[in-house]
């Protein structure tokens, strides 16, 4: 399903990458719907 509303994914995902390479920077970018659950996800 698709919402801009819903982040869940995108925090495991983060969780995820962080875990595995704790040193590394993380970048992000988003297009439309992508763009919207990104801003979401770093206001929460």
């Known amino acids: ?4 509303s ?3 994914d995108l ?4 969780y ?3 875990h595995c390479f704790p040193y590394s920077k993380l ?5 439309s719907l992508g763009a919207n659950i990104l801003v979401r996800y770093l206001g929460q």
Do not use: D, I, K, L
């Open 16 to 18: 995820h990458v962080g």
């Open 6 to 8: 819903f982040t869940e």
């Open 11 to 14: 925090r495991q995902v983060v």
């Open 27 to 31: 970048y992000a970018a988003g297009w």
């Open 1 to 4: 399903f698709y919402s801009a």
